[in-house]
């Protein structure tokens, strides 16, 4: 009974996580065709994106490496962009904090904006799954994300220069987050944490390191959490 | 270009190292230990606060426009963002945020 809950929740995450190869595929591609650019080889791309696995960080470091940023720099602008990993860790350790030490630790690997986004919405929507039903659709989620990511970054670094700007890729992850944001505005709490977090993150856009959308992030966390403090959830 | 293959590799390694540290700081080392109330209700509002705070700028200083405001953008992610809420269907709310994105685009907007 406990694997085939496990076995329906991989299902049930590879399902709901292959509409983001849409979002994550068209990033790969990019990241692969711009490391081509600045000078890596096809293998570097790749193992960059294996290694790291975490876009927006990738961009940073590529960025400064090619304006000859001392390395430190480099890293330490790389993880600020990615310290929203941290509070994403936070935010789901209540649901698989009771894992085996291993699989948390795979998990953290697989930790990105998408199976993060997509799996404590799950959580949130589905109350009452068991701590390996979580693990499974959490790793359902991963299973065409990640490798998307890795393919590709290998397409890309392959095919270089052939892809046609101006077509509105951009778009793609702005909107696929609105999509997922939207029907977890359960409450009123949630849309007050939702606005907070979005003028704060205009407001401090400012901020280097991208340190306006830790600020922001915050704000919005503590904006949802004084007005449940105050009208209950 | 990038010539510098040792730095290179310094970077793809440290920052693995460095985003994987991020990833794991509260899972591996918190556990299941129960967390206070009071941090349990800030983290009930993560995922709300971040993922726009993450989009906001994006949606109105895209970064393939220079940063230039593109009316287009606004309001498609205002029909994604309706439909989401209204309809609570994610697949829904990306098509016709891409719709809305598309025919904005074709007349001009």
Not at chain 1, 46 to 52: K, N
Not at chain 1, 56 to 74: G, W, Y
Not at chain 2, 55 to 74: C, Y
Request: hydrophobic share 55%.
């Amino acid at each position: 009974m406990a694997a085939d809950g496990a076995m329906s929740s991989y299902r049930r995450g590879i399902r709901d996580g292959l509409p983001f190869i849409v979002m994550v595929g068209p990033f790969g591609l990019l990241f692969g065709v711009v490391a081509t650019e600045a000078g890596l080889s096809v293998f570097e791309s790749l193992t960059f994106s294996i290694v790291v696995i975490a876009g927006a960080s990738q961009f940073t470091a590529l960025q400064l490496m090619q304006d000859n940023a001392p390395t430190l720099v480099v890293l330490g602008s790389a993880l600020a962009v990615n310290l929203r990993m941290a509070m994403y860790s936070a935010s789901i350790t209540p649901h698989l904090g009771a894992l085996p030490f291993w699989k948390r630790a795979v998990t953290a690997y697989f930790m990105v904006d998408q199976t993060y986004a997509g799996s404590i919405l799950e959580y949130e929507r589905r109350t009452g799954m068991s701590v390996g039903e979580k693990f499974a659709y959490f790793m359902g989620m991963a299973t065409p994300i990640c490798p998307a990511w890795y393919i590709l970054t290998l397409v890309g670094a392959l095919v270089g220069g052939a892809i046609p700007e101006g077509i509105g890729l951009d778009f793609a992850l702005p909107l696929a987050f609105i999509a997922m944001v939207a029907p977890a505005l359960r409450t009123p709490n949630h849309v007050v944490a939702m606005v907070t977090a979005v003028v704060a993150s205009l407001l401090f856009a400012w901020l280097p390191y991208n340190l306006g959308l830790i600020v922001a992030g915050l704000a919005g966390m503590m904006a949802g959490a004084e007005m449940e403090r105050r009208r209950g959830a | 270009m990038i010539e510098d293959k040792v730095e290179l590799w310094v970077v793809i390694f440290g920052l693995g190292l460095g985003s994987f540290g991020l990833r794991f700081l509260f899972l591996g080392l918190v556990g299941d230990r129960t967390l206070p109330g009071w941090l349990m209700r800030h983290l009930r509002y993560t995922p709300v606060a971040i993922l726009p705070a993450l989009v906001a700028p994006l949606v109105l200083w895209p970064t393939s426009t220079d940063g230039e405001v593109d009316p287009g953008r606004i309001l498609a992610a205002f029909v994604a963002l309706a439909v989401g809420y209204v309809s609570k269907n994610v697949i829904a709310a990306i098509l016709s945020g891409a719709a809305a994105f598309a025919v904005l685009a074709w007349i001009g907007l």
